[in-house]
């Protein structure tokens, strides 16, 4: 049984420190994600952990009412022997 691990960048419109507050607070209640990373300047997100991307752009959008914009996605497999293989984009 393998689990696939997912690394996104996504770019969502952060105007103020209370729309930061929010999506940090979304992120943090959210079950599998092992870290993310919100960069305020740029109005980029990184999420890392075990979910489906297109969900976890899903929620970001109904729970924000803001547009989502998924950058970038980076797969990897991990069984259960620990090793880890990276899938071609």
């Not at 870290?35 to 980029?44: A, D, L, R, T, V």
């Not at 979910?51 to 547009?67: E, G, H």
Request: with cysteine; net charge positive.
């Amino acid at each position: 049984m393998s689990h696939k691990f997912c690394c996104m960048t996504m770019r969502i419109n952060i105007d103020c420190n209370g729309c930061y507050r929010k999506i940090n607070r979304i992120l943090l209640q959210t079950q599998g994600l092992e870290s993310h990373w919100i960069e305020q300047k740029q109005c980029m997100v990184s999420v890392c952990g075990v979910f489906v991307p297109q969900d976890m752009a899903i929620r970001l959008r109904k729970k924000t009412n803001r547009r989502v914009e998924i950058l970038e996605i980076k797969e990897v497999d991990i069984s259960n022997d620990g090793s880890i293989t990276q899938k071609p984009p």
